[in-house]
């Protein structure tokens, strides 16, 4: 018998001895899970950018020759058994980097008495140039030639000073912005809505309307706007008593929580020397709004029972007036109204300029036609705004307040004539001819909207009687 291969037999002894069966076979399960997950694993496509794996350690294996058959075979792969622990991490998603906005220089001026356009944009460091660019090159910047004290200009200027936005501020509620768009400006026109209120105020004269309604806190503007309602009724300035009384619902505004101003006179009741006056306002479908008694007849007459703001009135109607300059008895035929120099005088009523000039005893005058049977006359002017043969209508300024010609000071001297008569121009307005009334189609659309005002007036002034302890309607 031929002796074995010793190098045979030398290996065999060799890789038995170094790696025994429990090795292999714990190495062999190592392999098939990782044959189990690559199976499992996504397509390299679809792998994301980055893949962790840890592996826990297998765990110690027997001997084989003392293991059951059956626990030779390697268990499934449990996730839950964290025999692979696989972490997936996503990039985050870029965001896109915005270019930054360009910074502005913001300079204000408010218009004063004489500037121009061209002045306030000088005052911002620009030339006449750029108003050039910005008036010609945007047709809505034409506005801004007639830019009014009070008035606010802002001007935005980037880096370089150029002009790239403009802003003008007339008030609080209204603004037109020019934005620089290529070579051209495009205008925005900014209306702010405000909040409306109702105010109510009332208050018994003892010295004159003016006192007792500035005694309640009512702004001027609104005194004067009271006085316009009923002024075709009642002479402010000669006709009131002590005790006379007005009651007074009207608007106010705000903006933001704060009070900006008020509105319109919603309704209004007027006490004098017993005699009751009501006005409401009423809004028409067309949009114009008017005043008219509760009923629906127009409070507006033919004409103005007084053509000026008036304060107080130097003179009356007298035929045996002793003359302040000639100390003679002349006829004053008219009213004189004294105010400031420069307060506006209207038109008393719808007609045309038939004489516009100066005299020596008149002044700088106005004589108006009004139909075929009444003319007006106003003296004594500083200025006038109208010419010869111009058209005019009820409340057009005229002209201003002055003490030209035979005039001891500031002063309007108002003549009003019927069929060419001198008549005293306090008591003939009342004889003639009203506006038009409320007709019967428009009366229900009326009634709706102004009773609800009437009543609030009634309401407001039944809490104030009832909060002065007294519930007698006559305050006489």
């Known amino acids: 018998m031929q002796a074995p291969d010793k190098h045979q037999v030398k290996t065999s002894e060799v890789t038995n001895s170094s790696f025994p069966k429990g090795h292999i076979l714990a190495a062999g399960a190592l392999a098939l899970g990782l044959i189990a997950w690559a199976a499992s694993s996504p397509s390299k496509q679809s792998h994301p950018d980055t893949v962790a794996i840890n592996l826990t350690p297998a765990p110690s294996v027997e001997r084989a020759d003392i293991l059951p058959k059956s626990e030779l075979n390697p268990a499934p792969l449990n996730t839950e058994a964290n025999v692979l622990d696989i972490a997936l991490a996503e990039k985050p998603s870029a965001k896109p980097v915005e270019p930054a906005m360009p910074t502005l220089e913001q300079r204000s001026f408010t218009v004063r008495s004489g500037d121009s356009l061209s002045t306030i944009f000088k005052r911002a460091g620009l030339s006449d140039r750029d108003v050039y660019e910005l008036t ?21 200027l980037d880096e370089a000073g150029a002009l790239q936005k403009l802003s003008h501020i ?3 509620l209204n603004s037109t912005h ?3 768009s290529e070579a051209s400006y495009v205008s925005i026109k900014e209306i702010k809505q405000p909040e409306v209120r109702t105010a109510y105020k009332e208050a018994t004269i003892s010295s004159s309307l003016y006192m007792a309604a500035v005694g309640v806190s009512m702004p001027e503007s609104l005194i004067m706007e009271m006085a316009n309602v009923f002024g075709w009724d009642i002479d402010f300035a000669l006709d009131l008593r002590k005790g006379d009384h007005f009651s007074v619902l009207y608007e106010e505004k705000f903006l933001d929580g704060e009070k900006i101003g008020h509105g319109a006179i919603l309704a209004a009741e007027f006490t004098n020397q017993g005699d009751k006056f009501k006005a409401v ?12 008694t509760p009923n629906g007849e127009s409070m507006r007459k033919a004409f103005l029972l007084a053509p000026v703001d008036f304060r107080r009135i130097s003179g009356n109607f007298n035929p045996k007036r002793l003359h302040p300059i000639f100390k003679t008895v002349r006829p004053h035929r008219g009213t ?11 038109a008393s009523g719808d007609g045309r300029v038939t004489a516009a000039g100066y005299s020596k005893a008149n002044g700088n005058y106005v004589f108006i036609q009004h139909g075929n049977n009444v003319v007006t006359k106003y003296l004594h002017l500083h200025k006038r705004f109208v010419k010869k043969g111009q058209r005019v209508k009820q409340k057009q300024s005229i002209g201003t307040v002055g ?7 500031p002063h309007l001297h108002y ?15 009342q004889k003639l001819p009203k506006a038009k009334s409320i007709n019967d189609g428009e009366m229900q659309d009326f009634l709706s909207q102004t009773q609800p005002l009437m009543a609030s007036l009634e309401q407001r002034f039944n809490a104030s009687r009832l909060a002065m302890g007294t519930t007698d309607r006559n305050i006489n």
């Open 281 to 292: 306002r009423y809004t028409h479908a067309n949009g114009e709004a008017h005043y008219y």
């Open 403 to 409: 003490s030209t010609g035979y005039a001891t000071g």
């Open 415 to 429: 003549e009003f004539l019927l069929d060419g008569v001198h008549r005293n121009p306090r008591t003939i307005v």
């Open 178 to 180: 020019f934005e620089k």
């Open 336 to 346: 004189d109204y004294a105010a400031n120099r420069g307060t506006p005088v209207w």
């Open 136 to 156: 010609h090159s945007c047709p809505e910047a034409k506005s801004l030639t007639r830019i009014m004290p009070g008035h606010k200009i802002v001007f935005y």
């Open 170 to 172: 007339t008030d609080r």
